[in-house]
């Protein structure tokens, strides 16, 4: 570990930071959202499988490449010797500055929503909402805000910066969950809300549901984009790698299937529907916590929103991250301009997203892809294009990276330093077995299943599913 890069000064510190980057709006805002619209239960039992069988190997390899190379995604792929497959790290700092661009106007709407509620105001039903997002130079405060906010943390560095941050915020989004899924249970209606949530009928599996649910799976990991190459490369060589990973997907996934605890009793103690889509949270959840009247009302939702624009933030941390990283290592510029230059990048690219949701009409109705109803706004396409199509696709690049390029004698033997116990282990077997097969062709199949779908509206994978 070099002294001008620094590096995270406990395994600890590193898991709650890689989990602060996996958990976020993907965990509490739109895994509800996708739980309601992919029929609810049997969506948690395709996401879930998801997580386990394929996310966890990808992340042992991109922990694994960034801990061996110590550099950034770009720089991993290039000091390893093989300057081509840098490409995947040019791909993951495109899907780092896109999603960045927009998660971070979602982030806004969630501290916005926190700061209204603190003054007693409620924005209840769609309208409201709409009204909210229109407002773009309000939106547009909090979005300088909490991009700013972002950018002080990742100004200071690994252990001064992220990781002292990640230890005071995880815990305290855990202890605000459960204390809101207590509160979940004692409302009307709660149960209703478990079964839809917790009994799967598998006749809703569709084609849709299974690579949505992949994509779910893939953004709330942080995975497909080097940001864990990138929180890998500041890893001490005595870290387990297998274990730290299986910690931090275990914490993302429970954070994901503890959220769906607190939301579906909400929503459905309004007798609400639960296929709401991006708006189930902003647009429903206000009306469940005026209800409760003035004073809970305050308190829970502030703590809601409150509680999403933490997870938020942990992500956005590690989003400019991964951008931050590259231009420290590769164009040798100071850790604070190149965090605050590439911040301010990122803004401006988020700038149509941010005027895509009732300030802009043409933005507003953007694109419309082929085989849908509706035009789409540029937020919801950038999303399409970063999160459905370029992480799996990175994922899929990762696993025949690793396995075929790296070779796999090289990544077992950075998987056994600092765990002296995974040398023939049937997990290291079950990560190798994992990134040589199912990875590359599973996640091939739903790159291309995506890619046909989303811009030629050919259903592929229905004509496969029947
Ligand atoms: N995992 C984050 C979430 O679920 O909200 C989103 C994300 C963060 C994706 C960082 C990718 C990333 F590199």
Redesign the pocket.
Same mark, same amino acid.
């Given at each position: 570990m070099t002294a001008q890069r620094g590096g995270f000064s406990t395994r600890i510190g590193f898991i709650l930071a890689a989990a602060g980057? !996996?958990? @976020?709006?993907?965990? +509490?805002?739109?895994?509800p959202f996708e739980v309601g619209k992919g029929g609810g239960a049997a969506f948690v039992v395709m996401y879930l499988a998801f997580c386990f069988i394929l996310c966890f190997p990808v992340m042992v390899a991109e922990i694994s490449i960034g801990r061996k190379t110590q550099l950034n995604p770009v720089g991993a792929f290039k000091s390893l010797g093989y300057k081509r497959w840098s490409i995947i790290g040019y791909l *993951?700092l495109a899907?780092?500055i896109l +999603?960045?661009s927009f998660?971070n106007v979602v982030a806004a709407w969630a501290f916005g929503y926190f700061i209204d509620i603190l003054n007693g105001q409620f924005s209840v039903g769609g309208e409201a909402f709409g009204a909210y997002t229109a407002d773009w130079i309000k939106i547009g405060g909090y979005a300088v805000i909490f991009m700013i906010g972002t950018a002080f943390v990742v100004s200071k560095g690994i252990s001064g910066g992220i990781e002292k941050a990640a230890k005071i915020l995880m815990p305290t989004l855990f202890i605000m969950i459960l204390g809101l899924i207590v509160y979940a249970m004692t409302l009307p209606n709660a149960m209703e809300g478990l079964k839809f949530y917790l009994v799967p009928e598998f006749s809703e599996i569709t084609g849709p549901v299974v690579y949505s649910a992949l994509g779910q799976a893939f953004?709330?990991?942080? /995975? *497909?984009? @080097? !940001?864990?190459i990138t929180y890998g490369s500041y890893v001490a060589k005595d870290n387990n790698i297998v274990s730290s990973a299986a910690s931090i997907t275990l914490v993302?996934v429970g954070v !994901?299937v503890l959220a769906g605890f607190m939301i579906f009793p909400f929503v459905f103690s309004q007798g609400i529907e639960p296929n709401g889509g991006p708006g189930l949270i902003f647009a429903t959840l206000p009306g469940v916590f005026q209800s409760l009247g003035d004073v809970l009302g305050i308190v829970v939702g502030a703590l809601f929103f409150l509680l999403l624009s933490f997870? !938020?933030f942990t992500?956005?941390i590690?989003?400019l991250e991964?951008p931050t990283a590259y231009v420290v290592d590769e164009h040798k510029v100071s850790r604070t301009k190149a965090c605050w230059g590439v911040a301010i990048a990122i803004f401006v690219v988020g700038i149509p997203s941010l005027l895509s949701y009732g300030a802009s009409e043409s933005l507003g109705e953007f694109i419309q892809l082929p085989g849908t109803d509706n035009p789409m706004p540029f937020l919801d396409f950038v999303g399409v294009i970063a999160?459905d199509t370029f /992480?799996p696709l990175g994922g899929f690049l990762i696993a025949v990276f690793t396995i075929y390029v790296w070779r796999k004698e090289n990544f077992n033997k950075e998987l056994a330093e600092g765990d002296a116990e995974i040398k023939g282990s049937w997990l290291q077997s079950y990560v190798n077995f994992a990134l040589s097969y199912i990875c590359p062709i599973l996640l091939g199949v739903i790159f291309i299943v995506t890619v046909f779908d989303k811009f030629f509206g050919v259903k592929l994978m229905s004509m496969l599913l029947g």
């Open positions: 980057s !996996a958990v @976020g709006l993907g965990n +509490i805002w739109k895994f *993951g899907s780092g +999603i960045l998660y953004f709330s990991l942080s /995975l *497909g984009m @080097g !940001a864990l993302d !994901a997870a !938020a992500s956005t590690s989003l991964v999160n /992480l």
